[in-house]
């Protein structure tokens, strides 16, 4: 079995620093895919752009940012003044849970994905900001809803518990593999496929440096890994966006993937040679 990698960029259409921090690392770069917002201000522009390129885009639903897309008793539950909750009071309503909160779930999610594949109609993926799809509570309608379209691949985010990077990110990837052991059945029984391995999580807020990004290609486990990245470029980006968008076009991370013969590639064309797998939590 060989060591396929899908490096995937979140938050395309967030705003025209991070479209071109994105576009940037798959033209220049080792970015193979991007997790898209719909019914943010700069979409449009960046599926267009996305599609100029040839870059594969999946869904990075949001339930934590800006506004739904549906309207009337569908937003029960799930916002406040027109916009979504900030994910602390979003986890807390997921714990009061109830029908019509499942129902609100099950409504946006659907709306969100007729909404991407108006503009994407071959997706790559599926995953939530924040990684939300992961809580049962959202798992559960998701697999539902996806059913009836076509997405081949879920961001599965489960680190290994001794990987480099952010100690403060130790707490979130507790809380991540705990809620992945509870969604593990659940997904297993679906047709969604995720990667055998992922990285990314500690590697956020600036940490994604050339050094730390070519040592998870020298440690690459064989099978199919997602890298996840966030680079940003131009007026507007952050410094940490800037840091990875520099990594991911740096020469010596281009050189470590040839060294190791690491094979780059989107998720469905890692569906294609049948290498991710279905509900595995590494």
């Keep these: 079995m060989s060591r396929r990698l899908v490096v995937v960029a979140d938050d395309l259409g967030a705003s025209p620093a991070i479209n071109r921090g994105v576009l940037e690392a798959h033209r220049n770069g080792i970015v193979t895919a991007a997790s898209l917002l719909v019914g943010m201000q700069h979409t449009q522009v960046a599926v267009e752009q996305a599609r100029d390129l040839g870059l594969p885009l999946g869904l990075h639903l949001r339930l934590t940012l800006g506004a739904p897309l549906t309207h009337g008793p569908a937003r029960v539950g799930l916002c406040d003044n027109g916009e979504f909750l900030p994910p602390l009071r979003f986890l807390g309503r997921l714990a009061s849970g109830g029908s019509d909160l499942q129902e609100a779930l099950a409504t946006e999610l659907r709306a969100q994905m007729d909404a991407f594949l108006t503009l994407v109609p071959q997706p790559d993926h599926i995953n939530a ?34 990987s480099r990077g952010s100690a403060t990110r130790t707490g979130e990837a507790i809380a991540l593999r705990l809620l992945a052991t509870r969604g593990r059945y659940m997904l297993g029984e679906s047709a969604l496929k995720t990667s055998d391995h992922f990285r990314g999580l500690r590697l956020m807020d600036g940490r994604l440096t050339t050094e730390r990004l070519c040592h998870v290609l020298e440690t690459l486990t064989e099978g199919t890994t ?57």
């Excluded at 309608?141 to 081949?152: M, S």
């Excluded at 190791?260 to 595995?280: D, I």
Aim: overall charge negative; proline content about 10%.
């Design 129 to 162: 900001h924040h990684h939300l799809h992961v809580h049962p509570a959202v798992l559960a309608p998701l697999i539902q809803v996806a059913r009836d379209f076509d997405f081949p691949a879920l961001r599965w985010p489960v680190e290994p518990m001794g």
């Design 226 to 282: 997602e890298l996840m990245v966030h680079p940003a470029l131009g007026d507007g980006a952050s410094k940490a966006g800037i840091r990875e968008a520099d990594t991911l076009r740096h020469p010596d991370v281009a050189a470590a993937i040839q060294a190791k013969g690491v094979e780059l590639m989107s998720f469905r064309e890692a569906v294609a040679w049948g290498q991710p797998s279905t509900g595995r939590t590494p």
